[in-house]
């Protein structure tokens, strides 16, 4: 069992939870927590670490995988979470291509730029997965979908939702564009209304950061800039909530006249 | 200038902030932040609270009101963030009665059964109104919407969506049935596609608690159980999603058909 917060394997984890550039260089990420260790596909787990009490009460999830024993207080140091459950584990990273989620069959597509609040992104993800959506782009700034805070609020739609980050987003948005997919923009200067469009069609939907919206730059390679209505004095909508409501009406139109 | 912790003044603002029972008694909230500030209808400021800094640089907000200046620690103190703002402000409750919220012409009424989340129910409030929802009805173990962390995620909607805080929810629900308003429960056994019904006259939606969903007691006074469906694995949704799923469904519906 480990016991020392110093371990060599535990400051790689630790190192992992918080760092990105740490997490990119390995190509591993870490997930935590009993329900999204289960919704890993195991042929992607590394290695997993647990408390012995953890261990002793769910021994079969161990069968086949690499593990260790950790102490409770090494647990704790590695833990992400005030109440910790006891189970982590170091998973390799799946990379998507852009060709993956652009040549699904009616492709309907989240592009996110610059987004920055982890709980805002995993709640496009898991959202997104419910409402059918085939894949998600990413501006290279977006937060880091590898994020703890991000995976956690995935719920793990993280395993099953292809994603792309973009090095060159504007570009990106044309190679879509030239496969005949759709572009809409969420933005406050939209004419359109977003129940306008008829998103039967491979269709994309670009939303921005949180306080500063879409780049300019980014704006100009879409279609369509559409709006959400807000009545009353509502100025703007929560990311993800933006997010939804043009994802579960492409949704809507899909199961209904398409 | 207000200089010490210890003083009465700031015991009581630091009461009001974390205690909900405080605030009761008291029918008074802490508004925090200059945009939550400017959002506040002026005759329900009772004393606003600035660092001096903050003063000097927004002087013309304090017209007409009753201020103290405080040190940058005793803000520090007082304050629920992370990174203050130099302003705050005690604000009188205003109270809704159910009949305010039931006899608008086109009532759409989001009821909520012990939702615990304090952003959730901020985030209902404030997509709720963008979507014209009419008023909100609270089951008294819902989170307390004047909890610091609601007020600031709804964004200045909690000054202007009539809410009510019910003692007894199944029998308030069917004082709405008894006025014509259809009630709609989302559930996991709902059979009925969220989109078939016709959201055009009076309705009203339930949603319940971010892991148990609507109590049992609660779900059998609905007039009918709407799903929301999901595609891939996703065994729910973030109840605020669910919440502006619904929503802005039923204003999609009146700003056009109806």
Redesign the interface.
């Known amino acids: 069992m480990i016991t020392k917060n110093g371990n060599t394997e535990i400051k790689n984890i630790v190192n992992l939870m918080k760092k990105s550039k740490t997490r990119q260089e390995k190509s591993t990420f870490v997930v935590e927590g009993i329900k999204m260790f289960c919704e890993i596909p195991r042929d992607r787990i590394i290695k997993a670490y647990a408390t012995e009490k953890f261990y002793e009460e769910n021994i079969k999830l161990f069968e086949g995988i690499e593990y260790a024993l950790v102490s409770d207080n090494v647990f704790s140091y590695m833990s992400d979470t005030k109440t910790p459950q006891g189970i982590l584990a170091l998973v390799r990273m799946k990379k998507a291509k852009l060709s993956d989620i652009a040549e699904s069959e009616k492709p309907l597509i989240m592009i996110i730029d610059e987004l920055q609040d982890p709980g805002n992104l995993g709640?496009v993800i898991?959202?997104g997965?419910?409402?059918?959506i085939t894949g998600v782009l990413l501006s290279k700034n977006t937060v880091d979908i590898y994020n703890p805070k991000t995976i956690r609020s995935t719920?793990?739609?993280i395993f099953?939702?292809p994603f792309v980050y973009s090095n060159d987003l504007a570009k990106d948005i044309d190679i879509l564009k030239n496969k005949g997919i759709k572009v809409y923009a969420s933005h406050l200067d939209g004419k359109c209304?977003y129940?306008e469009p008829d998103y039967c069609s491979g269709s994309a939907f670009i939303i921005g950061n949180e306080s500063k919206g879409i780049r300019n730059e980014i704006v100009k390679h879409a279609d369509t800039l559409i709006k959400?209505?807000?009545?009353?004095?509502?100025?703007?909508?929560?990311a993800?909530?933006a997010a939804?409501?043009l994802m579960?009406?492409a949704?809507?139109q899909r199961?209904?006249s398409c």
């Open positions: 709640t898991r959202t997965e419910g409402a059918g719920m793990g739609s099953r939702v209304n129940t959400i209505p807000m009545k009353g004095q509502v100025e703007s909508l929560n993800a909530i939804t409501i579960y009406e949704g809507r199961d209904g």
